[in-house]
């Protein structure tokens, strides 16, 4: 779930301008909950088991306001807490580790997978995986654009990054995938899911359904060859 903003001209607003802004003047909590009820209201209208993941910020924690609004947002919206991942970024385990921390394992306790974002980006990701069950982590860009131009301390470090997710039973994601070679080094690495421009782009919340019913209608359409190769 993106959030984005548009000017009185209809032109957006890039988050990591109005982002900052909302967190001085204190806003950033209600844009918060305001984001989860959203994300969880859109979610609970898509098919199956699909998921998604929302942003926490540190004021969310700091006001002690996290778990409070997620409960929330899953009893209105009605969507199965294993259905939601929320991601927190390592800089926000830094300004209060024991208080996040207990904050997390509530929202654990909810059902919902806790998400390490940005992972490596920082120096401490290490101690806070073994501090905490995170139940995916989730590859910085920094590394995976050092993958297409085929640098071998990148791979290094992906490989790395993924056998150490693997090993603590965490599932480990790629950011920033934009080729095709970087997919394949991926897979070759064997990393559990990639997100990024080779995949799709950010749409608005209203085109989710669209996609959908496209990929069910190839889901159909492969039904459908595979009855008449049997036949």
């Known amino acids: 779930a993106l959030l984005r903003l548009r000017d009185d001209n209809g032109k957006h607003v890039p988050p990591d301008v109005f982002i900052p802004v909302a ?4 806003l950033i909590d209600e844009i918060g909950t305001w984001v ?3 994300a969880c209201a859109t979610a609970a209208t898509w098919p199956g088991d699909a998921k998604i993941s929302v942003n926490l910020s540190a004021a969310q924690f700091k006001r ?3 778990c409070g609004s997620t409960r929330r947002a899953l009893q209105k919206s009605g969507l199965d807490p294993q259905r939601l991942y929320l991601e927190i970024t390592e800089s926000l385990l830094m300004a209060n580790s024991a208080e996040v921390l207990e904050q997390l394992r509530e929202l654990k306790h909810m059902g919902v997978s806790i998400v390490m974002d940005d992972f490596g980006s920082g ?19 920094s590394f995976i654009s050092g993958l297409a131009a085929n640098q071998e301390n990148s791979r290094d470090v992906v490989q790395t990054i993924i056998a150490l997710g693997h090993t603590l039973n965490m599932t480990v994601t790629a950011e920033g995938v934009e080729t095709l070679s970087q997919a394949n080094a991926l897979r070759e690495m064997n990393c559990d899911d990639a997100q990024g421009y080779l995949f799709g782009r950010p749409v608005p919340a209203t085109e989710i359904a669209a996609i959908f019913m496209k990929q069910f209608s190839g889901e159909l359409r492969n039904v459908e060859a595979a009855r008449r190769n049997v036949a």
């Open 23 to 26: 967190e001085e003047i204190g």
């Open 64 to 66: 002690h306001s996290v």
């Open 123 to 141: 120096y401490s990701s290490l101690g806070y995986m073994l501090k905490f069950p995170f139940d995916r982590i989730k590859i910085d860009r």
């Open 36 to 38: 989860l009820e959203n």
